[in-house]
């Protein structure tokens, strides 16, 4: 009901002319930033908004989340760019709130804030060794992939065995899993960045193990990206039979599921047809999917003293939980998995910020309808003026990137509702302000013709290279191909 009502309110103000500037400044330019700024465009005709991102680049996850072999979600740039070159927006990127400016000054500076900087750190699971060498966060993979110029220096182990294991089964941990076992000859002709590529077509990893503490029917992913992982050319899939025995919760959740009897039916399907091939080629590559087992801890090499050299799984069984939920619980029998590499697929994880009102618990802003909650005191939440939450920092990292559309909407209804209660009655600075604030403290900002800068010189390399575009992954050949 509220998607609708926040539609309601956005569509009652586009045609409202508002005879006083509205000074908006968002934080993050990624989709759940560029749909606020399209839909605050669209219901307030006098509003201008600042987009500032810490990146010198645009888009967030759409550039550095989005596997290098999914061109097509990727189109979703053309939008987010029309959106970026309205005559009243403006872009800033290298601009990192918290250390180039405070929140507190933007507060000051703008009639409406908006945080939308997603979640740039991860999910910890607690256990014995996390700390070894060899285990990476798949966010911290994935950005290496991608050309996030804060990972473009990591080195991931792809030659000292040739066993992987990602914890988790949901599509992040697909995606890594498909990088690593994709032949490099057709991830060559992606925008995938060029020392990736370079490492993976030296990887001696022939098998990816990817574990889930539930079993097939509770496996988070898609069916889409379940049938690409299925379709890689000489890939083996391995699921144990036993894994794929149903009990009648299993029953239970597929009759109330479509989605979840469909991954069912895929991976049955799998198993299936390996079984009745012959045996593998040494060559060939192997995806097993692993169900019912939990990580206990990490274990240390002995010949490479802090590596990782395993993990140690405890078998897990389902408990029912009432309203048709089953959960993993222990039941004490261990086993390793030997391993080179770990990439944890567990979650992504929002950051605070001096001055912002934080749940650590759950890793969000405290929100009522993208209205950043300060107290809440029994059933009456006590709101900060002017500032709101957009996407995963809102709502905690989950969905797909138009799910941040309908995130906007509810934000903007939200804001458009303070606006007639008098929330921009005061002058403010905006832009003018922010420039002299960044000009002062010598912040090299990036626009957005800067970007376009930036664009032109990847594509450019990529031509020469039968690509999209032949990524910049350093801050300084970032910052340098915008002030060319």
Wanted: charged share 25%; aromatic share 6%; hydrophobic share 35%.
């Amino acid at each position: 009901m509220s998607r609708y009502l926040a539609r309601y309110m956005v569509s009652r103000y586009l045609s409202s002319v508002s005879s006083r500037p509205l000074h908006v400044c968002i934080v993050g330019s990624g989709p759940a930033g560029l749909y606020t700024a399209d839909k605050v465009l669209k219901a307030h005709e006098g509003a201008h908004v600042d987009i500032i991102d810490r990146l010198p680049t645009p888009f967030g996850l759409v550039r550095s989340g989005v596997a290098p072999d999914h061109p097509e979600t990727k189109i979703a740039i053309n939008q987010f760019s029309r959106v970026a070159k309205h005559e009243r927006c403006s872009f800033y990127g290298n601009v990192k709130l918290g250390s180039d400016l405070l929140l507190s000054e933007l507060r000051d500076l703008y009639h409406v804030v908006v945080l939308a900087y997603g979640a740039e750190s991860d999910k910890d699971l607690g256990i014995p060794g996390e700390s070894l060498s060899g285990i990476y966060s798949a966010r911290e993979f994935v950005w290496w992939y991608n050309g996030h110029p804060d990972y473009s220096s990591l080195k991931p182990d792809l030659k000292s065995s040739d066993t992987a294991v990602i914890l988790g089964q949901g599509n992040v941990a697909l995606d890594v899993a498909r990088i690593l076992l994709r032949p490099t000859t057709e991830l060559a002709s992606t925008d995938i960045a060029r020392h990736a590529l370079s490492v993976l077509e030296e990887s001696s990893i022939r098998k990816v193990y990817l574990i889930g503490r539930r079993g097939p029917v509770q496996a988070a992913l898609t069916a889409k990206e379940l049938r690409e992982v299925l379709g890689i050319k000489n890939l083996r899939i391995r699921i144990k039979e036993t894994d794929l025995s149903l009990t009648p919760a299993d029953e239970e959740e597929m009759k109330n599921s479509r989605a979840r009897k469909r991954i069912y039916e895929l991976l049955s399907k799998a198993a299936a047809a390996a079984a009745g091939t012959s045996e593998a080629d040494p060559d060939q590559r192997e995806l097993h999917f692993v169900f019912f087992r939990q990580p206990d801890r990490f274990l240390e090499s002995d010949e490479r003293k802090g590596h990782v050299s395993g993990v140690n799984l405890e078998k897990t069984i389902l408990e029912s939980v009432g309203s048709g939920k089953q959960i993993a619980v222990g039941t004490g029998e261990f086993e390793d998995l030997n391993c080179s590499m770990v990439l944890k697929a567990i979650g992504y994880k929002s950051v605070p910020i001096n001055g912002l009102p934080f749940d650590h618990k759950k890793g969000v802003v405290p929100n009522v309808r993208g209205r950043v909650v300060s107290q809440t005191s029994g059933d009456i939440s006590q709101t900060e003026p002017g500032l709101y939450v957009c996407g995963w920092l809102k709502r905690g990292p989950v969905g797909i990137i138009a799910t941040n559309l309908y995130c906007a909407e509810e934000t903007v209804g939200s804001i458009s509702e303070d606006i007639e209660e008098g929330v921009c009655k005061s002058s403010k600075a905006g832009s003018k302000g922010l420039m002299e604030l960044l000009e002062k403290r010598k912040v090299k900002k990036v626009e957005f013709s800067g970007w376009e800068k930036i664009d032109a010189k990847e594509k450019q390399m990529g031509i020469e290279k039968n690509k999209p575009r032949e990524k910049l992954v350093t801050w300084e050949d970032l910052l340098a191909a915008a002030a060319n």
